[in-house]
């Protein structure tokens, strides 16, 4: 009963093409609802902790105007009712590839190309994953059916493997799915120390030394010259080195794949010597410096089911990873680290907190804490009027396997649920009642 109500409102006349579930309809559709939309009655989880029984949560174009509790509903706003429904604001997944390959198998279908980049020293700052990022990637369905709206579409590969872009997960085609290139730089030194050992932290700092004498003179370091006047050889080509100078300073955060306590420290040092904006990821051993990090203010990206010791640089992975640096202040984000285990937040959030992690924290590092560490606080990650409208209503308790997201919002439009996993289920739901050459079948001998 409580779903045919609430899809009553959502499915009514008002919507029209807006509410088309597969993607041709979703391309055909306007970007943003016509008429106001008012959600009553549901649960809000505000997405910095505060929950609001009995919420109204307004969305106007692609905006929300009200999300107060009992709030009044403006007039011509459609209603949906939502009681019983948990409103939550729509996961980012982040350090991840999706967007960018298709099937981990397949070497062609991955972007760049890994034998030139995996387990390589090189430098790559010039890479860009938002020139190869497609919307029209059957991965991304299948996570935002999961209640992914957002992701740092991330590269891979070598010291510096390139920036990330912040996109939108919507299927449209063209589309401004990609709404900031250029959003942090990554690099790795986790792999690298599995090849190349303790230098890759030295080449690292080689790396941002270069990249600032040459923002002090590019000029004079195209010539090959140093700021006394002496010659040296360039290392790096001036397009690597500008992308690497925007980090020195903080206009550009620096994304660091880490795994040991003591390398933590040392970024740590390295930071406050450039001047970075740094983000700290994997990080398996930060229990053990989570004071440190937490004097800093260094975000830092954690998979809460990930404590086995795979490396030496690994040794002291714990399953309290998580729990520990939340408890001591450090703002956390999850992932999956992949572009297929991104539909998973959900379930990593619910292991975190049963490992000890808040449920507040859980909910921030999934939307808030992301959006906030990459310079999207302003529109990301919380429910607010002001605040764009992406969020998820949920049937029940998100970190709960038995609950599903009843609709998806990107920019105040409801976007499809379906994906290539539901059109094959539907199709093979019941193979006796479907003519074996229909179902795509040999037909049979028998």
Known sequence: ?????????????????????????????????????????????????????????????????????????????????????????????????????????????????????????????????????????????????????????????????????WVELIDRFPGRAVLREDLALHADLFELQQSAGPPALARLRGALESARRYARSPQAYDRGQSDRGQTRELGLAPEQLRRIARVVGGSLPLVVRVARGVDILRLLELAESYQLRLILSGVEEGWSVAAQLAAARVPVIVDPSDHVAVSFSALSSRREN???????????????????GAPNLRQLAGIAVASGVSRTSALRALAFEPAS??????????????????????????????????????????????????????????????????????????
């Open 1 to 165: 009963m409580k779903r045919r109500a609430f899809l009553a409102g959502l499915l009514g006349p008002a919507l029209g093409a807006g509410a088309g579930s597969a993607s041709g309809s979703a391309a055909a559709a306007p970007l943003v609802e016509q008429a106001p939309r008012a959600w009553v009655g549901a649960t809000l989880w505000a997405g910095d902790g505060r929950i609001i029984e009995d919420a109204t949560v307004v969305v106007s174009g692609e905006r929300i105007s009200v999300a107060a509790k009992a709030a009044p509903v403006p007039s011509g706003a459609r209603v949906v009712q939502a009681h019983g429904f948990i409103l939550a604001p729509g996961w980012v997944a982040v350090e991840t590839a999706l967007g960018l390959p298709e099937m981990e198998l397949q070497v062609s279908t991955r972007d760049p190309e890994p034998r030139t980049l995996e387990r390589s020293a090189t430098i790559h700052a010039a890479y860009s994953a938002a020139d190869a990022y497609n919307p029209l990637s059957g991965l991304i369905a299948v996570a935002r059916r999961e209640g992914v709206t957002h992701a740092v579409a991330s590269p891979h590969g070598g010291l510096v493997s390139g920036t990330s872009a």
């Open 322 to 340: 998580a729990a520990l640096l939340g408890n001591a202040g450090v703002p956390l984000i999850f992932s999956s680290f992949d572009a297929y």
């Open 373 to 446: 560490a990459f310079g999207r606080g302003n529109d990301h990650g919380l429910l607010a009027p002001g605040r764009l409208a992406s969020f998820c209503v949920w049937t029940g308790d998100p970190f709960e396997l038995g609950t599903w997201a009843e609709d998806v919002v990107i920019r105040g439009r409801s976007v499809s649920t379906r994906s290539r996993q539901t059109e094959l289920f539907d199709r093979y739901r019941d193979l006796s009642r479907v003519p074996r050459g229909r179902a795509g079948l040999p037909p049979s001998s028998g």
